[in-house]
T-cell receptor, first 109, second 114 residues
Framework: EDQVTQSPEALRLQEGESSSLNCSYTVSGLRGLFWYRQDPGKGPEFLFTLYSAGEEKEKERLKATLTKKESFLHITAPKPEDSATYLCAVTGANSKLTFGKGITLSVRP | DTEVTQTPKHLVMGMTNKKSLKCEQHMGHRAMYWYKQKAKKPPELMFVYSYEKLSINESVPSRFSPECPNSSLLNLHLHALQPEDSALYLC?????????????FGSGTRLTVV
């Protein structure tokens, strides 16, 4: 069974204080690893897809990286509007999207 | 158009009521999904439709009845729900066989069963 573990559960940062969110996974035949952002009461918003170890993608203050066992979402100089829950998910050989529990990020001004 | 639209945004229903949640997308995606999300938990898959046919039912109770009338619409019919069914119900869509793609999610319907 595919599994996704995210850490820490919650992270509080000062504005401008860079940090990383971790996503560890076990999956049979990784087909894609996904990062989503979710605001309270809203649906997940797609951020990145990573397909193979060594791959990196960037979008504004966010950068996602992938190894054979984990992915990191690096947040550089975060702003209060980056506060949200960040979900990691994988699809494997069964093509089902399996989510982690998410990391709640709070950025203080 | 890169949106998945869900209606209503909020729904309060009694345990004897019958109601329906609606989802619409115009991205040409032929796979559509229903997810249930409880507070501070990840989304949980309920149903998958592929080419308008039900392909996955994750052992969901029969009080939830999905329907896909055409390639753009997905409904979830609700009957005799329990208070523990209160949650955010999310619809998503993707190309078929989209293990390599990110799903597009709607904003959800916040359901409260009283």
């Amino acid at each position: 069974e595919d599994q996704v573990t995210q850490s820490p559960e919650a992270l509080r940062l000062q504005e401008g204080e860079s940090s990383s969110l971790n996503c560890s996974y076990t999956v049979s035949g990784l087909r894609g690893l996904f990062w989503y952002r979710q605001d309270p009461g809203k649906g997940p918003e797609f951020l990145f897809t990573l397909y193979s170890a060594g791959e990196e993608k960037e979008k504004e203050r966010l950068k996602a990286t992938l190894t054979k066992k984990e992915s990191f979402l690096h947040i550089t100089a975060p702003k209060p509007e980056d506060s949200a829950t960040y979900l990691c998910a994988v699809t494997g050989a069964n093509s089902k999207l399996t989510f982690g529990k998410g990391i709640t990020l709070s950025v203080r001004p | 158009d890169t949106e998945v639209t869900q209606t209503p945004k909020h729904l309060v229903m009694g345990m004897t009521n019958k109601k329906s949640l609606k989802c619409e997308q115009h991205m040409g995606h032929r796979a559509m999904y229903w997810y249930k999300q409880k507070a501070k938990k990840p989304p949980e898959l309920m149903f998958v439709y592929s080419y308008e046919k039900l392909s996955i039912n994750e052992s969901v109770p029969s009080r939830f009845s999905p329907e896909c009338p055409n390639s753009s619409l997905l409904n979830l019919h609700l009957h005799a729900l329990q208070p523990e069914d209160s949650a955010l119900y999310l619809c998503a869509s993707s190309p078929v066989g989209a293990a390599n793609y990110g799903y597009t999610f709607g904003s959800g319907t916040r359901l409260t069963v009283v």
